[in-house]
């Protein structure tokens, strides 16, 4: 076998790779005698079929193995000696006629092209300095989400009047509907006994606008319009009418902030309630703050590397963001930023993003690879049944589904991974605690305000979780600021309104 560099320019490189006829006949010959004790043909006794009749018959199926099984591994091989880290999956093109080598008349050779990994210094992380923006949970946020749960959880009873009592914003009525597309009735339009809360923006545009003032008893028309972007296709952009019979009117309790409130989500008493706040907003601090050092990590890493990147590597990434932005551009979701800049501008900003994402993940992988950061089975394992709970009834599917794809693995893997390097680097570089309030904490990079103060603080670990596991399901853009993390963000669109109402219930996750 004979390996030449033909070509070496930025960080791409061709091999060709040569197997001399000899060489390959050979094998040819090694691989028939291995196989012939097994051979069975009719006419000739079991392991007795002459090798020349074997290389006759299958010559040219068993040599095609051989190439097969050759390519890969002189493929690995060749990395290996010449301390190849590959950046991009290697191409590989026969130069040979297929032919004349399975015929043992020419050599066989072939091309391996690939962008290789650049070579670069990483920072190091001790030398390296944080601000942590931290912020206390103080008393007047949990008596805000206080008053608003109760708010929420009002008990509602019969508006005073009687059958005169007309229906105010903030009161619930009891309706029976029928909805109808040009007069005829559709499916999933009726509904007996909904509860609808005027002003809660459950229903439709329109849809409880129109039942203020309405009485019991009373029968109404409602003509409403479906959003353009109604998650039902066929009633998208249609207009409709529904009959609606209202039952009752009902008028909402005093908001009362007591034990009673406690127990209607789930606690035993008010004290429990408040702990419960205080503990769910410690967390979303810490989350958030976990964010803003990681974000001002990685705006460090970036400024601190400039390297050569690897074409195809900054292509792929550049393709899936624009992808993401033309789907924002068709939907109408496209960032007030954006709107009005040329697709060139565009891409020019958002191929800027994905270099840096590029460079900010080799950084990260560099530094993990020399202090040997690595994800262990049990954290993968972790991950794949975090994965499967989100699947009720098919954990099993989706547990198989991982176990069966080492691209899906990969791709969980990943963000684990980067994780664990973002918690070492944190443990040994200068991480300073700079308290702010709560709206600095929260606030984007352009717009935050003045720290409260600052104090001094012991380096610690960085919480090793981040809560970016909810699934993603239309991506859009990444935005400018949010993209710098070298994390795809999605832009959240607003949520379709639906003609049946949410049920008060849901305000129980408040808590």
Same mark, same amino acid.
């Given at each position: 076998m004979?390996?030449?560099?033909?070509?070496?320019?930025?960080?791409? $490189?061709?091999?060709?790779?040569?197997?001399?006829?000899?060489?390959l006949q050979?094998?040819?010959a090694?691989?028939?005698?291995?196989?012939?004790?097994?051979?069975r043909?009719?006419?000739?006794?079991?392991?007795?079929?002459?090798?020349s009749h074997?290389?006759?018959? +299958?010559?040219?199926?068993?040599?095609?193995?051989?190439?097969?099984?050759?390519?890969?591994?002189?493929?690995?091989k060749?990395?290996?000696?010449?301390?190849? $880290?590959?950046a991009?999956?290697? %191409?590989?093109?026969?130069?040979?006629?297929?032919?004349?080598?399975?015929?043992?008349?020419? %050599?066989?050779?072939?091309e391996?092209?690939?962008?290789?990994?650049?070579e670069?210094?990483p920072? %190091?992380p001790?030398?390296?300095?944080?601000?942590?923006?931290?912020?206390?949970v103080?008393?007047?946020?949990v008596?805000?989400?206080?008053?608003?749960?109760?708010?929420?959880?009002?008990?509602?009873?019969a508006?005073?009047g @009687?059958?005169?009592?007309?229906?105010?914003?903030?009161?619930v009525?009891?309706?029976? #509907?029928?909805g109808k597309?040009?007069?005829?009735? +559709?499916?999933? @339009?009726?509904?007996?006994?909904?509860?609808?809360?005027? @002003?809660? !923006?459950? +229903?439709?545009?329109?849809?409880?606008?129109?039942?203020v @003032?309405?009485?019991?008893?009373?029968?109404?028309v409602?003509?409403?319009?479906?959003?353009?972007?109604y998650?039902?296709?066929?009633?998208?952009?249609?207009?409709?009418?529904?009959?609606?019979?209202?039952?009752?009117?009902?008028a909402? !309790?005093?908001?009362?902030?007591?034990?009673?409130?406690?127990?209607?989500?789930?606690? %035993?008493?008010?004290?429990?309630?408040?702990?419960?706040?205080?503990? $769910?907003?410690?967390?979303?601090h810490?989350?958030?703050?976990?964010m803003?050092?990681?974000?001002?990590?990685?705006d460090?890493?970036?400024?601190?590397?400039?390297?050569?990147?690897?074409?195809?590597?900054?292509?792929?990434? #550049?393709?899936?963001?624009?992808?993401?932005?033309?789907?924002?551009?068709?939907?109408?979701?496209l960032e007030?930023?954006?709107?009005?800049?040329?697709?060139?501008?565009?891409k020019?900003?958002?191929? !800027?993003?994905?270099?840096? $994402?590029?460079?900010?993940?080799?950084?990260?992988?560099?530094i993990?690879?020399?202090?040997?950061v690595?994800?262990?089975?049990?954290?993968?394992?972790?991950?794949?049944?975090?994965?499967a709970?989100?699947?009720?009834?098919?954990?099993?599917?989706?547990?198989? #589904?991982?176990q069966?794809?080492?691209?899906?693995i990969?791709?969980?893997?990943?963000?684990?991974?980067?994780?664990?390097?973002?918690?070492?680097?944190l443990?040994?570089?200068?991480?300073?605690?700079?308290?702010?309030?709560?709206d600095?904490?929260?606030?984007e990079?352009?717009?935050a305000?003045?720290?409260?103060?600052k104090?001094?603080?012991?380096?610690?670990?960085?919480?090793?979780?981040?809560?970016?596991?909810?699934?993603?399901?239309?991506?859009?853009?990444?935005?400018?600021?949010?993209?710098?993390? !070298?994390?795809?963000?999605?832009?959240k669109?607003?949520?379709a309104?639906?003609?049946a109402?949410?049920?008060?219930?849901?305000?129980?996750?408040?808590?």
């Amino acid at each position: 076998m004979n390996v030449t560099e033909k070509s070496s320019e930025g960080l791409s $490189r061709t091999f060709e790779i040569v197997f001399p006829a000899d060489d390959l006949q050979a094998r040819l010959a090694a691989k028939i005698e291995e196989i012939r004790p097994e051979v069975r043909l009719k006419g000739f006794r079991p392991g007795k079929v002459p090798t020349s009749h074997i290389r006759k018959m +299958f010559g040219e199926s068993i040599m095609g193995d051989l190439l097969n099984e050759l390519v890969p591994q002189t493929t690995q091989k060749t990395l290996d000696e010449k301390n190849i $880290r590959p950046a991009t999956q290697p %191409d590989i093109k026969v130069t040979s006629e297929a032919q004349d080598v399975l015929a043992g008349k020419a %050599d066989f050779s072939f091309e391996i092209s690939l962008e290789v990994m650049p070579e670069f210094e990483p920072a %190091d992380p001790s030398k390296l300095k944080v601000a942590r923006p931290v912020a206390e949970v103080d008393e007047a946020e949990v008596d805000e989400a206080l008053q608003k749960l109760a708010e929420e959880n009002r008990e509602f009873s019969a508006k005073k009047g @009687g059958k005169n009592a007309k229906a105010e914003e903030g009161d619930v009525v009891v309706i029976d #509907f029928v909805g109808k597309l040009d007069g005829e009735p +559709f499916e999933g @339009g009726s509904a007996e006994d909904a509860r609808v809360a005027i @002003g809660d !923006g459950a +229903f439709i545009p329109g849809f409880e606008e129109q039942l203020v @003032g309405a009485k019991p008893g009373e029968e109404r028309v409602l003509k409403v319009t479906f959003p353009a972007q109604y998650q039902a296709a066929h009633l998208a952009g249609k207009d409709a009418e529904f009959d609606v019979t209202v039952k009752s009117v009902e008028a909402p !309790g005093e908001a009362k902030v007591d034990d009673e409130l406690a127990k209607r989500l789930g606690l %035993d008493g008010l004290d429990g309630l408040k702990d419960a706040l205080k503990k $769910r907003f410690a967390q979303e601090h810490a989350q958030q703050s976990r964010m803003k050092v990681k974000r001002a990590l990685l705006d460090q890493l970036d400024a601190a590397h400039s390297f050569d990147l690897p074409p195809q590597m900054v292509d792929a990434e #550049f393709d899936n963001i624009w992808r993401e932005v033309q789907h924002a551009i068709e939907h109408d979701h496209l960032e007030e930023e954006d709107k009005g800049k040329s697709e060139d501008e565009l891409k020019a900003e958002y191929r !800027g993003i994905a270099e840096r $994402r590029v460079r900010l993940g080799l950084v990260l992988a560099e530094i993990g690879r020399r202090n040997n950061v690595d994800v262990t089975q049990e954290e993968l394992s972790r991950a794949i049944n975090q994965e499967a709970v989100r699947y009720p009834g098919q954990e099993r599917q989706v547990v198989e #589904f991982y176990q069966k794809n080492p691209q899906a693995i990969a791709q969980l893997r990943a963000p684990i991974y980067e994780e664990k390097v973002v918690d070492y680097i944190l443990e040994l570089a200068d991480v300073s605690e700079v308290t702010v309030s709560k709206d600095a904490l929260y606030a984007e990079e352009d717009e935050a305000p003045a720290p409260a103060k600052k104090k001094a603080a012991p380096k610690k670990k960085a919480a090793a979780k981040k809560d970016d596991d909810k699934p993603a399901a239309k991506k859009a853009p990444a935005k400018k600021a949010a993209a710098k993390d !070298g994390d795809k963000a999605e832009a959240k669109k607003p949520a379709a309104k639906k003609a049946a109402p949410k049920k008060k219930a849901a305000a129980k996750k408040d808590a």
